[in-house]
């Protein structure tokens, strides 16, 4: 629901002093009530942080964004490789009230009846809340199934051998005249917009890989970027990057890399299921 596990205790914490203050004998659905209880908690959560300002993890160094926030940096990536960046960060931008509805129910199999009154709507406004954030963490595909399987396994393997730091196995998915194209908050003071050859990009994003770059490449899952499978790097289940590909012949011809928080905004990402 809230993708943090600190803010998940914070709920829990909230949720067990109204426990200890109500007279529990007297609620005749214990599961129930405490359903509700805690769901309002993670509303109360989901609406303070839409409304306030917060440092976007752009401004963080890259070796602290995971440590950042609370919680152990480890326990949040099982956290997250068990729900899947991709779907958090997809949750991330919903409405409060969408999440809620989209979770409640597709996830833990909450009637609509018992999640209108936690939102506040009709069971029928509540089932719209879901219908919505389900179109939305499915995306729509600009390629076909068989596509887009083709396209996910050479995006796995250039993962797989960006995080081994594999040289040759990151040749073996780039095309020899592969152009990657990164934002400003993308790249280094001074380093250039555009680079060409794969032979010049892989032992950048390979020295990356061995140095800052290794502990933000344990957030990184295939999703669907605009349409086409790609990239994203999500700390906390908060999009960092997002990388674009153009694949021809099971090679990357192109690539995009997308740091800028605007830009990031505007990209489409929907989770990669079922290909």
Do not use: Y
């Not at 595909?141 to 796995?156: C, G, W």
């Not at 393997?157 to 908050?185: H, K, M, N, Q, S």
Request: charged share 25%; aromatic share 4%.
């Amino acid at each position: 629901m809230l993708g943090s596990l600190s803010d998940a205790d914070d709920a829990l914490q909230e949720a067990w002093l109204k426990v200890s203050r109500a007279d529990v004998s007297a609620i005749e659905n214990l599961g129930g009530w405490l359903t509700t209880v805690v769901a309002r908690a993670c509303l109360d959560s989901l609406r303070a942080r839409k409304s306030r300002r917060e440092e976007t993890l752009e401004t963080q160094a890259p070796e602290s964004i995971a440590a950042n926030g609370g919680g152990d940096p480890e326990q949040e990536a099982v956290l997250a490789d068990s729900v899947g960046l991709a779907l958090l960060v997809v949750l991330d931008t919903l409405d409060p009230a969408e999440r809620l509805a989209f979770v409640l129910h597709d996830m833990f199999g909450v009637p609509f009846d018992e999640i209108a009154p936690i939102v506040g709507r009709s069971p029928d406004a509540a089932r719209q809340l879901a219908s919505r954030a389900r179109r939305r963490v499915r995306g729509a595909p600009t390629a076909s199934t068989a596509d887009l399987t083709a396209q996910r396994k050479v995006v796995e393997a250039f993962l797989t051998a960006l995080r081994g730091g594999d040289f040759e196995g990151l040749l073996a998915v780039l095309d020899p005249e592969v152009v990657v194209r990164l934002d400003a908050a993308a790249r280094a003071p001074g380093a250039p917009r555009e680079v060409r050859r794969a032979r010049t990009w892989a032992e950048g994003a390979i020295a990356f890989a061995r140095g800052a770059g290794s502990r933000m490449l344990g957030f990184a899952q295939p999703a669907l970027v605009n349409g086409s499978v790609g990239l994203v790097l999500a700390p906390r289940g908060r999009l960092w990057r997002a990388l674009r590909f153009v694949i021809r012949d099971e090679k990357i011809v192109e690539v995009e890399v997308v740091a800028d928080p605007t830009r990031l905004q505007e990209v489409e990402i929907a989770v990669l299921n079922g290909v």
